[in-house]
C-alpha cells in the first residue's frame, strides 16, 4: 500500500497520500481500446472502412493491441467503436460459412485461425460521438466497475514479443499501485508533438510523474519521456472525466483528467519498438518491418528490396 505522496500540478501531498492509502491491489484484468476515430488520415481508404482493420501484412491492426493485451494476462476487453466501425465487431466474431467452407477444403490452419478469433472475449460499445479520448474512456466506466484497468490506443503497435509492453506496465503497478503511464524517450525536436513528463527520475525507466506538459517547445519540455499510448489507470478516473470540461478541439482530454487525479502517478520507460499506426510513413514502417520478420515472407521480402532500384 503506498503512503508515500506527491504533488501534483500543485496539489497538496497530504491529499494524494490520503487518497493512495485507499488503493487496494487488485489485479489488472481488464482492457479498453479506444477505436472511435474517424481515421481522416488514412482518407479514402478509411470512408468505409475503420483504419484500424487496415492490414498490417496479413493482419488488422487492431489485432496487434488485442494480442498484446491477452500475453499480458488480460481476461476481458472492452473496444470502443463508433459509427461505421461494424468490420471491428465482425473480425471477433464467429463466421459459420467461413468455418463450413475451410473444413471442407481441409485447410485447416487457417480455420483453427478463424476459430481462435471468435473464442477471444471482446465487448463493444459505441462512443455515440467523438469527444476524445477521455470521454471515449469514460463510456467504459460500467464495464470496468471499481477495478484499475488498462488503456491501449488503437493506433499504438509495440513490438516486444518476450516481454509484451502492456506486461511490463502491469508488472510496474504491482510494484506501485497507482497511475501507470507508458512512455518512450524522443529526440528532442520531436518533444513538440506529444505530451511530455514534468517529474522525479526513481530509475532510469521510471519517473514519479509531478506533471504533464502538452506538446511543449523544444526549450520548455521538461524532458524527452513521450506518453505513448499504453495505460493503467485506476477507477477514481470516471469520477475527475464526468467532472473534466471539454477542452482542446472542444474534446474532453484524458491528460487533463490525469492531471486532476490526485493518485500517485508514474511513468514507465517501456522497452519495444513503437509503430504508430495512424500516421502513414508509421504504419509503412509497421507493414515493411513485420514483413520482414515474417517466417513465409521475410527471406524473399528482403531479397525484394534489396533489388529495387531507387534511383
Partial sequence: ??????????????????????????RIRKAVI??????????????AQPKEMLPIVDTPAIQYIVKEALDSGIEEILIITGRNKRAIEDHFDSSVEL??????????????MIKDL???????????????????VLCA??????EPFAVLLGDDIVYNPENPCLKQLIECYDEHPGIILGAQFVPEDKVSSYGIVSGEALADNLYRVHNLVEKPKKEDAPSRLAVLGRYI??????????????GVGNEVQLTDALAASKTNTYALAYEGIRYDTGDKLGYLKATVEYALRNEELGENFKAYLKELDLE
Fill in 34 to 47: 479506444p477505436a472511435a476515430g474517424f481515421g481522416t488520415r488514412f482518407l479514402p481508404a478509411t470512408k
Fill in 118 to 136: 471468435a473464442d477471444i472475449k471482446v465487448h463493444f460499445i459505441r462512443q455515440k460521438a467523438p469527444r476524445g479520448l477521455g470521454d471515449a
Fill in 99 to 112: 468455418e463450413l467452407l475451410l473444413q471442407s477444403q481441409g485447410k485447416n490452419k487457417q480455420l483453427a
Fill in 233 to 246: 489507470l485506476t477507477p477514481d478516473i470516471f469520477n475527475i472525466l464526468e467532472n473534466t470540461k471539454p
Fill in 141 to 146: 466506466k460500467a464495464f470496468i466497475g471499481d
Fill in 1 to 26: 500500500m503506498l503512503i508515500e505522496a506527491t504533488m501534483i500540478n500543485g496539489r497538496s501531498n497530504l491529499l494524494a497520500k490520503t487518497f493512495n492509502e485507499e488503493i487496494t491491489m487488485q
